[in-house]
């Protein structure tokens, strides 16, 4: 596949497991995903999709992994705190990518037993906050 990710997978509601992984994808991550309400796997690794990690992916309840590493995604933490609505979630992959902002105190516990922290590419300092 080639291109931006089409936004209207995201009509796609009974959608269960999206692995894109390792093709030829560009552009944003749609914040139409955000309405897959059945989602538990969303594997977009591997591209050179780019901008921000919506936050509308802490729409999906069900979502039990979400990888977005090896990509140019960019710019604030924030959609870590939206997450903590994916009650099911239990592994997150985001290194490799351009991120900047602090870590949420409560995100920040749960990262350190998700994510591979040590390979992600922090533009600054890494901030822990306190909400």
């Known amino acids: 596949l080639t291109g931006d990710i089409p936004k209207e997978l ?3 509601r009974e959608l269960t497991f999206l692995d894109l992984e390792a093709n030829l994808l560009t552009g944003p991550i749609p914040t139409s995903f955000g309405n897959l309400s059945e989602l538990y796997y969303l594997g977009l690794i591997k591209y050179q999709l ?3 990690v919506p936050a ?3 729409y999906i309840p069900s979502l039990d992994v979400l990888g977005v590493s090896s990509n140019n995604l960019e710019g604030n933490l924030e959609f870590l705190s939206s997450l903590s609505n994916c009650r099911e979630l239990q ?3 985001i290194y490799n ?3 900047s902002g602090g870590i949420p105190v409560h995100v920040y516990k749960i990262i350190l037993v998700w994510s591979r922290l040590k390979q992600v ?3 600054g300092s890494i901030i822990i906050v306190q909400l």
């Open 10 to 12: 995201g009509l796609m």
């Open 50 to 52: 780019s901008g921000p």
């Open 56 to 58: 509308t992916l802490g």
């Open 91 to 93: 592994a997150l992959d």
């Open 97 to 99: 990518n351009s991120f």
């Open 121 to 123: 590419n922090w533009w």
